[in-house]
């Protein structure tokens, strides 16, 4: 359902080999399966590089003990092996995010739904490698049975989680990324850090400038898998961005190329044209989620939903000679290069 490879490339500025200024600072690290970046100006010293940068571990840390599926223990793995049905009382920050990756499931009428794992491992695009091969549809069909975002429930009075199925498995990669973005924006805010960018793995929130005192730069690659080229550059001040794209992970057998991104309503790979989504939002969390589902659902739906909800959308799409863009005008005013 997520994607694996980041599909945007983070401009601090354009000319990139110019001298830093000395209050830019650049915190580097691993977290999630994959790499994250914070550069931020600091202008209280009695902060110091060293205190942010624990902070941010200690934040992600917690998040990634909470809702990792490769941590054996973690809060999320409990959850998923557990067999009982009854209501389990759960963290806020688990909560938080199970309760928003729901809305999103309505929202996208089920094209996002963090139970379709079982399905992504079924197709050969899961943690444990084998041999990628079609699924025959009778196994399609009892996996089909173990999803479900309908089969979770939450009691916001208890803050805890029941599962109608037992089987259930969650799977947050989708959205986690995201809402850990967002916690270390709301982070810095404490602190009155007005000019930052948080990057984990192409999810981004940006607020104020570089150290070129100019709105932050971000890349949209193209849709192809043998370059990274930027086809789009944005700017980004006090908003959140989230990038989905198809043409990293797929494999072919007799001719037919089957796609990473599963349809958890056809239970199938994505057929249509839709090459890469980008999403714009006020937080991480929610772009993060909606770029899923709108890599399920494909352009037609996604530009009817995203000037629904008033959200930036911006499309590369695949035709018989290459790609087209497509977006709608919430996005316009975010190009830097007309």
């Not at 490698?129 to 979770?152: R, S």
């Not at 809402?179 to 960018?197: G, M, P, T, W």
């Not at 989230?242 to 072919?252: H, K, Q, V």
């Not at 990473?260 to 890469?276: D, E, R």
Request: glycine content about 6%; overall charge negative; aromatic content about 8%.
């Amino acid at each position: 359902m997520k994607r694996i490879f980041p599909i945007v490339i983070v401009l601090a500025l354009i000319g990139a080999c110019q001298p830093q200024n000395d209050d830019l600072i650049a915190i580097n690290g691993l977290t999630m399966g994959t790499t994250y970046t914070v550069k931020l100006k600091l202008e209280d010293n009695s902060l110091g590089k060293e205190r942010i940068h624990a902070d941010i571990e200690a934040i992600l840390g917690n998040i990634n003990n909470s809702m990792s599926t490769y941590i054996e223990d973690s809060e999320l793995s409990r959850l998923n092996h557990s067999k009982i049905t009854d209501c389990q009382v759960i963290s806020d920050d688990l909560y938080t995010v199970i309760e928003h990756a729901i809305e999103v499931s309505e929202i996208s009428n089920g094209a996002f739904d963090v139970t379709v794992g079982p399905l992504v491992n079924l197709w050969g695009f899961g943690p444990d490698p084998f041999d990628l091969e079609v699924p025959a549809d009778h196994e399609i069909t009892l996996i089909k049975n173990q999803v479900g975002y309908e089969k979770i429930n939450l009691n916001s009075a208890g803050k805890c989680i029941s599962k109608s199925d037992a089987r259930i498995y969650i799977d947050l990669s989708g959205i986690a990324k995201g809402y850990a973005v967002d916690r270390i924006a709301e982070h810095l805010d404490k602190f009155n850090i007005q000019h930052y960018l948080v990057d984990i793995g192409g999810e981004i929130i940006a607020k104020g400038t570089n150290d070129q005192q100019q709105v932050w730069q971000i890349g949209i690659e193209q849709a192809d898998s043998t370059t990274r080229s930027v086809q789009r550059i944005i700017g980004l001040d006090n908003i959140a961005m989230a990038t989905s794209g198809d043409y990293r992970n797929y494999f072919e057998k007799d001719g037919i190329r089957y796609s990473h991104t599963i349809n958890p309503v056809t239970s199938k790979p994505i057929i249509h044209s839709l090459a890469s989504v980008t999403v714009l939002d006020r937080t991480t969390m929610h772009a993060d989620a909606l770029a899923t589902a709108f890599m399920v659902m494909g352009p037609d739906k996604t530009l009817t939903i995203a000037n629904e909800l008033k959200i930036p959308v911006f499309m590369i799409i695949k035709t018989n000679t290459g790609f087209e863009e497509k977006y709608n005008n919430y996005f316009k005013p975010y190009f830097l290069i007309k």
